[in-house]
């Protein structure tokens, strides 16, 4: 009995140890099938296939008549796969002189590769030659792979602070997209002008292609996804005019904005001081010419046309007299008299010498300070009115309807909207306590007052189209697209009747074309219409500015030129503006004379911009 139940328990014991023994052999194999092995799977596929990015071609930009004013250039990226790279007698020395690289960077970038990951594709050299790149097809180093991919080229070399460039993606950009972002480490993207504000549009979609390697030198390719290219842009501007302003304003501070009245297409945006924008193309010395730009006093990096804002000066007058018709205090026959200035109590405004007393019309001509003055102040003393403070606030409200005091939607960054002061802002300074005389400064553009180039320039098309304008902007055409963004087809009306206008016009045809301030201007049988403007500067001379357009109907040009430190409205603005009008309305130049003499302007800059320099 004892021995049958031992031989029971023996068998027990034995039956449980080799269930044991099966079901921890069953669980072994089973990780091994389902988890190490899609591992090694992973890695015997990593051995034979490759994921490639392919960067699709940017889209290209062009003028208005067609010509190119950025274009695209094919160069290369040197990718390697560390792991890949054969390790024994691998020739450095070869490698050093097809990409042109030093060995630390070679090394650097090895380095960073490897932190990047053994199996991760890395760029080693960027923007290699087309010649570059077939000396490496025909070396073929294991690990190693070129990546087409497109950098700029800017064919004119004009509007650096205009057309904008491409940069590294920077890593808060990069943090802000969401996990389906299109930007990985490494991109490039653009940055300010046009390159940023159409980056959508100009950069297409990438690509991925599967690289099947079946040893170390047969592969085949699988277009996986097609990259599909950026959408070619059509620009308003004019590119020979545009690099005539540039040349104009070369050595001078300041901006021209031209735009055509019936459209709102902007057919000049030229910034001075500015640059040549193949320095900012992505490749090596990109980095050392733009911090060179960047600490330039100067500052060419910046766009004055849209995001400086200064004192309008006496090219705000124009409006003024648009307010008074338009409010019944003013008639264009009504005189004034002017003794070199305004005076009332101890307020006083200088003003040069002219004739008086004078009319609407001769006041414009001349730019007479006193005339505005009174104009203003009766705008805001109207007796429709319970307060000169309540005049102020109708004012404003007629100024914010020309496009001052706030953004005009044009399609580029960093866009300022110029200051005009609310009630409330004199409320505080004064207390409660102010009147029409307080602020009898902004009468001739002056005091608590500021506009940019671009507001200046859509000023002068409002006048030109007798009261309404279309929202500036400098594309006129996407591709894939039927037309632009309504907004810019949009007509943006003024309160002021169009009648106000043509008397307006006509004291500005006068200023140009009789006995005016800027008689320079006048270009036979195109009725140029003008007003210069001196506005007051701290740091120096005073800013020369200058609003116009041409003809005086049917007007296809509108214009303003703001040049700090100036000296008077007729002395750079003017000859400048008048320049380019006869360039664009004639397609020549008749006055070489005047070239020179713009050209060979000395004007001083020394304590605004330059007292780091020896006088």
């Known amino acids: 009995m004892n021995n049958a139940r031992n031989d029971t328990r023996r068998n027990r014991v034995l039956r449980t140890i080799v269930l044991a023994v099966f079901l921890l052999f069953t669980v072994v194999a089973g990780y091994l099938q389902l988890i190490e092995g899609s591992d090694y799977f992973s890695k015997a596929e990593d051995n034979v296939i490759r994921y490639i990015i392919t960067y699709p071609p940017r889209g290209e930009v062009f003028d208005r008549n067609g010509e190119y004013l950025i274009q695209n250039k094919i160069c290369y990226d040197l990718m390697v796969v560390p792991r890949e790279v054969q390790k024994e007698g691998f020739d450095t020395l070869r490698l050093?002189?097809?990409?042109?690289?030093p060995l630390q960077r070679l090394k650097d970038a090895f380095f960073k590769a490897n932190k990047a990951g053994r199996r991760v594709a890395s760029p080693v050299v960027k923007y290699l030659s087309a010649e570059a790149k077939l000396r490496l097809d025909e070396w073929n180093p294991s690990g190693f792979y070129t990546v087409p991919r497109t950098i700029r080229q800017y064919p004119r070399k004009i509007g650096g602070n205009l057309l904008g460039s491409l940069s590294e993606v920077s890593p808060k950009i990069?943090?802000?997209?969401?996990?389906?972002?299109?930007?990985?480490m490494g991109d490039y993207i653009?940055?300010?002008?046009?390159?940023?504000?159409?980056?959508?549009?100009?950069?297409?979609?990438?690509?991925?292609?599967?690289?099947?390697?079946f040893d170390?030198?047969?592969?085949?390719?699988?277009?996986?996804?097609?990259?599909?290219?950026?959408?070619?842009?059509?620009?308003?501007?004019?590119?020979?005019?545009?690099?005539?302003?540039?040349e104009l304003m070369e050595g001078k501070v300041g901006s021209v904005v031209a735009i055509e009245p019936s459209t709102g297409e902007i057919l000049v945006m030229a910034s001075s001081p500015t640059f040549d924008p193949n320095e900012l193309v992505v490749g090596r010395g990109r980095g050392n010419h733009y911090m060179r730009l960047l600490n330039e006093p100067r500052r060419p990096l910046y766009n004055r046309?849209?995001?400086?804002?200064?004192?309008?000066?006496?090219?705000?007058?124009?409006?003024?007299?648009?307010?008074?018709?338009?409010?019944?205090?003013?008639?264009?026959?009504?005189?004034?008299?002017?003794?070199?200035?305004?005076?009332?109590?101890?307020?006083?405004?200088g003003c040069h010498e002219h004739r008086s007393p004078l009319d609407l019309d001769y006041a414009i001509a001349t730019s007479c300070n006193?005339?505005?003055?009174?104009?203003?102040?009766?705008?805001?003393?109207?007796?429709?009115?319970?307060?000169?403070?309540?005049?102020?606030?109708a004012w404003r409200k007629y100024v914010e309807s020309f496009g001052f005091n706030s953004k005009l939607d044009v399609d580029l960054f960093g866009e300022r909207k110029g200051v005009v002061k609310e009630r409330k802002y004199y409320d505080k300074v004064y207390r409660g306590s102010w009147n029409a005389l307080t602020v009898l400064s902004v009468s001739i553009g002056q005091g608590?007052?500021?506009?940019?180039?671009?507001?200046?320039?859509?000023?002068?098309?409002?006048?030109?189209?007798?009261?309404?304008?279309?929202?500036?902007?400098i594309i006129k055409g996407i591709e894939g697209q039927d037309s632009i963004d309504v907004k810019y087809r949009t007509a943006h009306y003024t309160p002021v009747d169009k009648q106000h206008f043509e008397t307006i016009i006509k004291g500005m045809w006068r200023a140009v074309n009789r006995d005016?301030?800027?008689?320079?201007?006048?270009?036979e049988g195109l009725d140029v219409c003008g007003k210069t403007g001196t506005a007051q500067n701290p740091l120096g001379d005073d800013h020369s500015t200058f609003i116009s357009f041409a003809p005086r109907n049917n007007p296809k040009i509108a214009i303003a030129v703001y040049v700090e430190h100036g000296i008077w409205g007729a002395t750079a603005a003017v000859p400048i503006a008048s320049l380019i009008e006869e360039m664009y309305l004639t397609d020549t130049v008749t006055r070489p004379w005047l070239v020179e003499h713009v050209k060979n302007l000395e004007l001083d800059y020394y304590k605004a911009y330059d007292r780091h320099k020896k006088k």
């Open 370 to 393: 006193a005339y505005f003055a009174n104009v203003f102040r009766n705008i805001l003393e109207n007796k429709k009115y319970k307060s000169p403070k309540e005049g102020y606030e």
């Open 305 to 349: 046309a849209v995001t400086s804002s200064q004192p309008p000066g006496s090219t705000f007058k124009l409006l003024n007299g648009l307010i008074g018709l338009q409010e019944g205090v003013l008639k264009p026959h009504y005189r004034y008299s002017c003794n070199r200035g305004y005076r009332s109590g101890s307020v006083k405004m």
């Open 448 to 473: 608590e007052i500021q506009s940019t180039t671009l507001q200046l320039a859509n000023f002068a098309a409002t006048i030109a189209n007798r009261g309404y304008y279309y929202t500036p902007h």
């Open 96 to 101: 050093m002189n097809i990409t042109g690289e």
């Open 516 to 523: 005016g301030t800027c008689q320079t201007a006048r270009l």
């Open 216 to 246: 170390d030198h047969a592969t085949t390719d699988v277009v996986e996804l097609e990259a599909v290219a950026g959408k070619n842009l059509v620009c308003t501007i004019d590119a020979r005019l545009q690099a005539f302003a540039e």
């Open 174 to 184: 990069l943090e802000q997209q969401n996990e389906e972002g299109y930007y990985v």
């Open 190 to 213: 653009g940055e300010q002008g046009i390159e940023s504000a159409y980056e959508n549009e100009l950069r297409g979609e990438k690509g991925r292609i599967r690289r099947n390697q």
